[in-house]
């Protein structure tokens, strides 16, 4: 989730915990730091785009390694605030504080490696938007009331507001289940033959929905909102460049796309530039992870594949046209996907 949510829930956690034992604005205050230590990883450089996307969210975000660091953070927490004799308040705080961050980037779609060290496994439901107002919101308007009231009053405005996101990241499992039914029927309907499905939140919200699918022929495209009047998805094919997979998948980046994102990623060709894409995340045409990889050439009967350092390749998005169709298809007002409303605009 984005540093907002994870300061938030961070800040929430401490005052649930140890808010009774110390000033809230203490343990909220200890939360909220914490709560953004495990995503200082970012300015890790591990030299090229690639492994930096998918080398985040690793050790720092490791259940076994945060739960090792927790009893330092504590001890350096219950110094600076001069209650040593709160250590085990103050640990048990800053190990929820470390492990609900993790646990809440895993409910996006992105790929968090729990596991480490015993298994480097990228976890991700996709349930929810790495950023969602539904979400952040009660945890800032709860822990704002809290800080604002006297103590013991206050803390049931942090509990309601903790409560009330952690239903909506139940209601956000609940939908994409439901979802991912109904894709299951316009899949066999539509006759396609689809080896994996995924479905994913889209931006900002839980109502509308992305279902994307590899296919024989490639990968298909589909979007569902919970406000639609017809409860078919309604599928649209792409090809994935195998082909140009096949030229390339002895590449160690190329292998790394492939497994971080799970199988769902494309190839393509331009201009003699190859470029690999993570399908889930962005939309048809834009991919927020796009990556140049190789260069192709081709000189009389000579083929050739250089490899490049890995550079991160941004879509020229059309944010205009890209925002007007986000609330439409929300409010089931278009039936097109969004590279269709573009190509009619």
């Known amino acids: 989730m984005d540093s907002i949510s994870q300061i938030a829930l961070g800040a929430a956690v401490g005052v649930a915990v140890v808010g009774r034992k110390t000033a809230l604005w203490k343990a909220a205050l200890m939360g909220a730091v914490v709560g953004t230590l495990p995503d200082l990883d970012v300015l890790i450089n591990h030299g090229d785009p690639i492994r930096d996307m998918t080398l985040h969210r690793t050790e720092s975000h490791a259940l076994f390694y945060l739960t090792l660091v ?96 952690s239903m909506y990241l139940l209601w956000g499992l609940a939908m994409q289940f439901y979802v991912g039914t109904l894709a299951d029927k316009s899949i066999a309907a539509q006759g396609l033959s689809v080896q994996q499905r995924l479905v994913t939140a889209s931006p900002f919200n839980s109502l509308l929905w992305r279902v994307i699918a590899i296919t024989s022929k490639g990968y298909a495209e589909g979007y569902y909102s919970l406000l639609d009047s017809d409860p078919v998805i309604s599928f649209v094919e792409y090809p994935r460049g195998e082909d140009i997979y096949t030229l390339v998948r002895s590449n160690w980046e190329v292998n790394r796309i492939a497994w971080f994102s799970h199988g769902y990623f494309k190839m393509e060709e331009q201009n003699g530039v190859i470029r690999i894409a993570d399908l889930r995340m962005g939309a048809e045409p834009y991919y927020t992870f796009t990556f140049e990889v190789a260069e192709h050439t081709i000189d009389k009967n000579n083929e050739r594949i250089i490899f490049i350092t890995p550079k991160q390749s941004i879509p020229a998005i059309k944010s205009e046209q890209s925002l007007q169709w986000l609330p439409r298809r929300i409010m089931g007002k278009t039936d097109q996907s969004l590279v269709e409303f573009l190509m009619s605009e």
């Open 70 to 165: 927790a009893p330092l953070f504590a001890w350096i927490t219950a110094k600076l605030a001069r209650e040593m004799h709160l250590f085990k308040y103050w640990l048990l705080a800053v190990w929820l504080v470390l492990i609900t961050h993790p646990l809440l980037d895993t409910m996006t779609i992105y790929g968090t490696q729990l596991a480490l060290p015993f298994s480097d496994y990228p976890f991700g439901i996709g349930s929810v938007f790495v950023i969602d107002p539904l979400y952040t919101l009660p945890l800032l308007i709860g822990t704002g009331i809290a800080l604002a009231r006297k103590q013991f009053t206050g803390l049931r405005w942090n509990t309601i507001g903790l409560a009330i996101s």
